[in-house]
């Protein structure tokens, strides 16, 4: 058993949608999209008896006192026996350690072993959301519709009376300070933490195969937008935008509707909404729930720490920086 650097992307992305709800988030796409957006990214295969066994996206980022660490989200774990685990955190933490890395950030997908493991592992606070919602678009539209709540068909119904146009954005500088408007609107009325609009710029100007603006338009005026992408077996609904304004006309239901039939046109058997939570996004959990009822949950998101010095002095600069 051996890991190494794997430079194939057809082998690196095959592994990976061989993975019922594929991950876009460990696609060779999304790791060429964080290089764009400045991080170091290193791809690795374990091959055991010549064969690949597992492979892994790790983003390398900055922390403050020049201390950096690894993230990879979503890994698929439950493709790996404690032997392939283990043997595959030791040699991340060589990498680490040339990497001048103090920890690994990740969001397993399913259990993962820990008997007899060698280094601390840290509960931290959930970079992917722990808990999403997912639709089998594999069915008949007719079924996909039959399992929405009532209310909720009922919107989708009332929206295709109103005179909206749904796009697929395909020229993104004229439209995309229209959908930063929205999304700065989002923020402040949902709560959502944004990343900085360059950000989502490069994101949605990286591939249009893999990542597609999707809006609707009333009196050519942008109402609401979502940024899907397309990967494996599933679509997933990345970020989303409303406008305050003509919530009378249910556009977002407008709008994931036909996002969902695109979807499954495309050939994609899953639909993801990407995270919901009662607490946190109340409104929002509500809206996605109204689509179905197959909640998938996730362990949430852990460090595996490598150097407990500075991981110790990162948590405390991080508190620290919760007063200000």
Known sequence: MKIVKI???????????????????????????????????????????GKIAFVISLI?????????????????????????????????????????CIFLRFDPRS????????????????????????????????????????????NIRLAAKKDIDVRVI????????????????????????????????????????FIKLIAVFYQDKMLCANIVSFFGDMATYVHGASSNENRNLMAPYALQWHTIKLSKAYGFKYYDFNGIDEQKWPGVTKFKKGFGEKEVGYLGTYDLVFDSCKYNLYKLLRKIRRFF
């Open 7 to 49: 430079k194939d992307k057809n082998k690196y992305n095959n592994f990976i949608k061989q993975q019922k709800h594929s991950q876009f988030l460990q696609s060779w796409e999304w790791g060429e999209f964080q290089k764009d957006v400045g991080n170091k990214v290193l791809r690795f295969a374990i091959e055991n008896n």
């Open 60 to 100: 390398k980022k900055s922390l403050p006192l020049g201390m950096n660490y690894f993230y990879s989200p979503r890994i698929g774990v439950k493709h790996l026996n404690e032997e392939i685990f283990i043997f595959l955190f030791k040699e991340i933490k060589k990498i680490t350690k040339k990497e001048k």
């Open 111 to 154: 259990k993962f072993p820990i008997s007899n493991f060698q280094f601390p592992i840290s509960k931290t606070i959930d970079v992917q959301p722990s808990r999403t919602l997912i639709l089998d678009i594999s069915k008949p539209e007719e079924e996909i519709l039959k399992q929405m709540h009532q209310k909720t068909r009922y």
């Open 170 to 209: 395909k020229d993104i500088d004229k439209y995309f300070e229209e959908f930063w408007q929205l999304m700065a609107q989002t923020e402040n009325r949902d709560g959502f933490r944004l990343h900085d609009k360059n950000y989502y710029l490069k994101m949605l100007k990286f591939n249009n195969k």
